[in-house]
């Protein structure tokens, strides 16, 4: 069974930093393409990061610079680096296995003015 379990979310101030969290059980974190989500109230859920099975990392426009996708193999997770946060970056963040589509049920973030 696969699952995906992000946590780390939580309320910062703008310009603060959080980490995010995605622990992945059931398959290997390096043998799938994993990316970050968020979704925002009435707006559509926007991709903002994703890591390859080979390592490479691409990133929405709107957070390069500002947040990093990473990976620990031994740990089975993936990490969202999430810095000089903006009001905008407000919303619930998933993590997806995108090859075998396992979603993960989301953290929120809220990034107060």
């Known amino acids: 069974q696969v699952q995906l379990v992000e946590s780390g979310g939580g309320l910062v101030q703008t310009g603060g930093s959080l980490r995010l969290s995605c622990a992945v059980s059931?398959?290997?974190?390096?043998?799938?393409?994993i990316d970050w989500y968020r979704q925002a109230p009435g707006k559509q859920r926007e991709l903002v990061a994703t890591?390859?099975?080979?390592?490479?990392?691409s990133y929405a426009a709107s957070v390069q610079g500002r947040f990093t996708i990473s990976r620990d193999n031994a740990k089975n997770t993936v990490y969202l680096q999430m810095n000089r946060l903006k009001p905008e970056d407000t919303a619930v963040y998933l993590c997806?296995?995108?090859?075998?589509?396992?979603w993960g049920q989301g953290t929120q973030v809220t990034v107060s003015s």
């Open positions: 997806r296995a995108r090859v075998r589509n396992y």
């Open positions: 059931g398959i290997t974190v390096s043998s799938d393409m």
């Open positions: 890591i390859t099975s080979g390592g490479r990392t």
